[in-house]
């Protein structure tokens, strides 16, 4: 079969259940695509064909055996954040080149329990920080959409390799933004899950109070499929909700969009960098959801000024610390001949860490020093509490809140943004992570240039399901989320 890439992962399911083909196969088929489409994408920094094949012959016994699971022998891509036994984990960075984790992540682990097969690692931003995987330490990821434009970031891989039909599905981590804006960038559905749903243990840390794993697949019926797998309470992070997950596959259609009350707040629609086309398709899909049934609310959220600096102080506050293991000593890079432990310290992190990530540290500490502290860093704290009240008070009126995932669409590579630029881009995004919640992409249309705009519906928390299944309704009566860039049609 040359065109099993186009099956959705109930297709696959069915496929390998009632053994239309085998696991080897599917999986062969995708290592046949990367092999050939992903020198122009470069959405892979590990490959990982032996183990790859190794775990679809073990999917395949079990489907013989009929001890199969629901996902049994489907393929994915982890981003490499995810620490992965035996295969490289590199965050995207020269200062993890080197590593090989001597554990799963929980995610992985999960993945491996459910009868997932691993086809590699897929590119980020270095340490999650940004949102074009241009801070990569590897070859810059391009968006299948238009091979000169970014995919977004940081899970900038994840998005490009399901986007070109490289992986059915892939995990990814959002800190503020990262499963939504590539999503949004390269046409697909992302979920951000609640924070505390989905475990972070062996996910190597950016800013811990924010970060997230979630899905990056075409559609929130195969975001439901790998959520089915990787959500759920984990004893290994502290941080891990004590609360049965639901089954969102099953849900998929538990929610009615008839009736339903999204939030429109007004202060997101008036922002001065929001592209006239991406309004415009937002806009479009609304009033598609409105003729569903749904209800339009225009709601304020009045913090909406506040989000970038809270973010960027608070984010930064917390990579400072995590990353200060990052020493040279125990593991990752260490700069040759160090005269002393302060020379060992000092340039394996300056030349282990790229530019945005010393950045990151440089604001992260200042924030965190002594006589700093109060005046920006507890600052930020209390208005971050601040701006999660302002979501609580909105969800008292509304079910859901729609919003764009992006300001805009795909940035061409190398466009220079300067930081502050770049940072004002997350706006739409990283409010969600401060104060917790769920939210999803879902893909709504296209620019002028045929890029890829985004819906972000944000919903109250544990409300999975529910933001699954409404976009599960509204990719029912649409079909923007099967649509398929020109490098996706080829064949391997
Ligand atoms: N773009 C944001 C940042 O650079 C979000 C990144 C993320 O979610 N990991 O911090």
């Not at 590593?99 to 270095?126: C, Q, R, W």
């Not at 109070?209 to 790998?226: K, M, W």
């Not at 544990?462 to 064949?491: C, F, G």
Request: glycine share 8%; hydrophobic share 40%; aromatic share 8%.
């Amino acid at each position: 079969m040359t065109d099993l890439h186009r099956l959705s992962i109930r297709e696959l399911a069915e496929g390998l259940k009632t053994a239309q083909f085998s696991s080897r196969e599917l999986t062969q088929h995708y290592l046949n695509r990367i092999a050939k489409i992903d020198s122009h994408v470069h959405s892979f920094v590990t490959i990982s064909p032996e183990l790859a094949l190794a775990e679809a012959d073990a999917a395949d016994g079990l489907l013989k055996s009929g001890m199969a699971g629901l996902m049994t022998g489907i393929p994915l891509a982890h981003k490499d954040i995810f620490c992965t036994k035996g295969i490289k984990t590199t965050a995207g960075s020269k200062m993890l080149d080197n590593f090989i984790s001597p554990y799963d992540a929980t995610v992985v682990a999960k993945g491996k329990e459910a009868g997932l097969v691993t086809l590699g690692k897929v590119n980020m931003d270095e340490f999650a920080m940004g949102s074009t995987s241009e801070s990569s330490y590897y070859e810059t990821t391009r968006n299948p959409w238009a091979l000169d434009h970014v995919p977004g970031g940081s899970s900038g891989g994840s998005a490009a390799a399901v986007a070109a039909d490289l992986a059915p599905i892939a995990t990814g981590t959002d800190t503020g933004g990262s499963i939504r804006q590539p999503a949004s960038f390269c046409g697909l559905t992302g979920l951000k899950p609640t924070y505390g749903r989905v475990s972070r243990f062996g996910m190597i840390a950016y800013a811990s109070s924010l970060d997230q794993g979630g899905p990056i697949a075409r559609s929130a019926e195969d975001c439901a499929y790998l959520m089915n797998v990787i959500a759920g309470h984990d004893a290994k992070d502290s941080t891990s909700v004590n609360k049965e997950a639901d089954d969102y596959v099953a849900n998929l259609n538990g929610t009615s969009v008839k009736g339903l009350r999204i939030g429109i707040p007004k202060q997101y629609f008036n922002v001065a960098g929001l592209d006239a086309d991406v309004k415009a398709r937002v806009e479009e899909s609304l009033k598609k959801l409105e003729e569903m049934g749904a209800i339009l609310v225009e709601i304020d959220l009045n913090m909406t000024e506040a989000y970038v600096p809270t973010y960027y102080l608070i984010a930064p506050a917390e990579a400072s610390s995590n990353l200060s293991r990052f020493d040279g000593v125990r593991y990752g890079y260490r700069c040759e001949n160090p005269v002393d432990l302060m020379d060992l310290y000092k340039r394996s992190r300056s030349e282990g860490f790229g530019p945005e990530v010393q950045r990151r540290i440089l604001i992260g500490t200042y924030a965190l020093s002594a006589g700093y502290y109060d005046a920006y860093y507890v600052k930020a704290q209390k208005v971050r509490r601040l701006i999660q009240q302002d979501f609580l008070k909105a969800f008292e009126s509304v079910d859901v809140i729609a919003a764009p995932s992006a300001p805009t669409t795909a940035y061409k590579i190398g466009a220079s943004l300067d930081p502050v630029e770049m940072y004002l881009g997350d706006i739409y995004t990283i409010a969600v992570n401060l104060a917790g919640l769920p939210a999803i992409n879902a893909p709504v249309g296209f620019d002028k240039d045929n890029l890829p705009v985004g819906l972000q519906l944000i919903g109250n928390y544990w409300s999975e399901s529910q933001l699954l299944s409404v976009v599960h309704q509204y990719q029912q009566a649409t079909d923007w989320h099967s649509k398929r860039a020109a490098i996706a049609e080829e064949n391997a």
